[in-house]
């Protein structure tokens, strides 16, 4: 069973920095799709990073400068580096798996990030 299971979230004040992690069970981060995710109450979830198995990665315009989603292989982990941090970047942070055999894709239990002003 894919399991992708989040830590790293807190409280932080703006411009600051937290680096969230999506530990995965049950598949190879490294070859799958990884996307982070975020939905603040009462909006849509957005995709704010994605990194692919052959490690391309991509960004919003929102937070593209200011995220990095990178991959440790032997840890099979994907990282969430967040800098410069708004307010508006208050949200519960969510690590979706998407593996490339069958395109199921795996949700985890989400982590909450605020960010105070």
């Known amino acids: 069973q894919v399991q992708p299971v989040e830590s790293g979230g807190g409280l932080v004040q703006a411009g600051g920095s937290l680096r969230l992690s999506c530990a995965a069970s049950g598949t190879t981060v490294s070859n799958n799709a990884i996307g982070w995710y975020r939905q603040a109450p009462g909006k849509q979830r957005e995709l704010v990073a994605v990194?692919?198995?052959?490690?391309?990665?991509n960004y919003p315009d929102s937070v593209k400068g200011r995220f990095t989603i990178s991959r440790d292989n032997a840890k099979n982990t994907v990282y969430l580096q967040m800098n410069s941090l708004k307010p508006e970047d208050t949200a519960v942070y969510y690590c979706?798996?998407?593996?490339?055999?069958?395109?199921?894709?795996?949700w985890g239990q989400g982590t909450q990030v605020t960010v105070s002003s």
């Open positions: 990194i692919t198995s052959t490690g391309v990665t």
């Open positions: 979706k798996i998407t593996v490339i055999s069958n395109f199921r894709a795996y």
